[in-house]
Each structure stands twice: as C-alpha cells, then as structure tokens.
C-alpha cells in the first residue's frame, strides 16, 4: 500500500457482510436456546395465571408488560411488512405475541438464513425486490 492507499477490495467487502450475517445468526440462535430454557423453566416450575395476577399488581409489572407488548407490536408489523403471505405473517404475528421472543429469535435466524447473506433482502423482504 504505497502513498496511503487503503482501498478495500471486494472480497474483504463480501467476508465482512458475510461475518456479520453468521455473527447476526449466532445470536439468533442463541435468543431461540435461552428462550427455549426460561419457557420450558416457567411452564415446568411457575404459576402462570397466579404469578401473572401478582404482575400486573405492581405498577412495574404493568410497565414491563407495556414495554414487552410494544417491542411486539413492533418485531410483528416487521414480519407484515417484509412477508409475502398474510397468512403467514398473522401465524408468525400469533407466535410472536404468545412464545415472545422465542418466535422473534426463530424467525429472524429464518430471516437470515433465506437473505443469502443479502441485508437488503432479510430486512426488506418481499420489497427487496
């Protein structure tokens, strides 16, 4: 690199999309695990109905379940957009607003899996195009 040339090429350019699209799985994948342990360790050893009477109690609880709604609302008018099937984005919408983020996790690692390392398309969807 002679004079201060420090052009990057087009294949440092692709590996490092490429990096951040497994990266951006990894944690995908990771919000699906976690997801799948805190589900599994409040089914198996909460009271759903009862401990959900003491949350929405406090007015903390209430805040938590505002801000956990809209964080919701939001991934899911992202999955409408992006989807080419209604049907498709109301089951994903449902599975959104009743697993959480376990949902969102999975669908996001399906998100990128099918962009093909395109953040274009895994963050537009069917408007990619």
Same mark, same amino acid.
């Given at each position: 690199?002679?004079?201060?040339?420090?052009?990057?090429?087009?294949?440092?350019?692709?590996?490092?999309?490429?990096?951040?699209?497994?990266?951006?799985?990894? !944690? &995908?994948? *990771?919000?699906?695990? $976690? /997801?799948?342990?805190?589900? #599994?360790?409040?089914?198996?050893?909460?009271? @759903?109905?009862?401990?959900?009477?003491?949350?929405?109690?406090?007015?903390?609880?209430?805040?938590?379940?505002?801000?956990?709604?809209?964080?919701?609302?939001?991934?899911?008018?992202?999955?409408?957009?992006?989807?080419?099937?209604?049907? !498709? &984005?109301? *089951?994903?919408?449902? $599975? /959104?607003?009743?697993?959480? #983020?376990?949902?969102?996790?999975?669908?996001? @690692?399906?998100?990128?899996?099918?962009?093909?390392?395109?953040?274009?398309?895994?963050?537009?969807?069917?408007?990619?195009?």
């Amino acid at each position: 690199m002679e004079g201060g040339d420090y052009s990057v090429t087009p294949l440092a350019i692709v590996a490092g999309i490429l990096c951040c699209m497994v990266l951006a799985k990894i !944690v &995908a994948l *990771l919000g699906v695990l $976690a /997801m799948s342990v805190a589900l #599994f360790h409040g089914f198996a050893n909460g009271d @759903f109905f009862g401990e959900g009477r003491q949350l929405v109690a406090m007015p903390w609880g209430i805040v938590s379940l505002v801000d956990l709604y809209t964080g919701f609302v939001l991934f899911s008018a992202w999955i409408i957009y992006r989807e080419r099937s209604v049907p !498709v &984005a109301v *089951l994903w919408t449902i $599975a /959104m607003m009743t697993l959480g #983020f376990f949902a969102g996790s999975l669908y996001t @690692f399906i998100a990128l899996h099918r962009s093909g390392g395109d953040w274009r398309r895994f963050w537009l969807g069917r408007h990619a195009s």
